[in-house]
């Protein structure tokens, strides 16, 4: 299941933070099956602004900076106001991100926590 969280910084911190306080506690909202399924879910990030794990990732993965790291991205959404009209299609951004991510880079919740707090 693809989790596709577009936000800033610290909205990705709160859910990753509500995922493992709540999801990822034994006996918590987990059922019969236990938290073996917890597995089955993939967080797929796109950054709004400056983001510490997206630089991370951004370095692992070619397609995933060329997406979300690249000047016009960040252009766009380093304004303190929205511009008269989109220079790219940023949907159509997400989109083939979410289509492509067929094979996604393990990185563990609490580590991604880890490195966001550090840089922050």
């Not at 034994?26 to 099956?33: K, Q, V």
Request: with cysteine; aromatic share 8%; hydrophobic share 45%.
């Amino acid at each position: 299941l693809k989790v596709v969280a577009v936000g800033g910084a610290g909205y990705h911190g709160s859910l990753l933070r509500c995922f493992v306080r709540h999801l990822g506690t034994p006996g918590a909202h987990l059922g019969p099956r236990g938290p073996d399924w917890l597995g089955l879910l993939r967080f797929l990030i796109v950054p709004l602004g400056p983001h510490p794990v997206a630089q991370h990732l951004g370095t692992l993965d070619g397609r995933y900076s060329s997406a979300f790291l690249d000047p016009p991205w960040r252009e766009l959404f380093g304004r303190s106001e929205a511009p008269p009209t989109e220079p790219f299609s940023v949907t159509g951004r997400i989109l083939g991100f979410v289509a492509g991510a067929a094979v996604t880079l393990a990185l563990p919740v609490a580590e991604a926590m880890l490195t966001c707090r550090d840089k922050l």
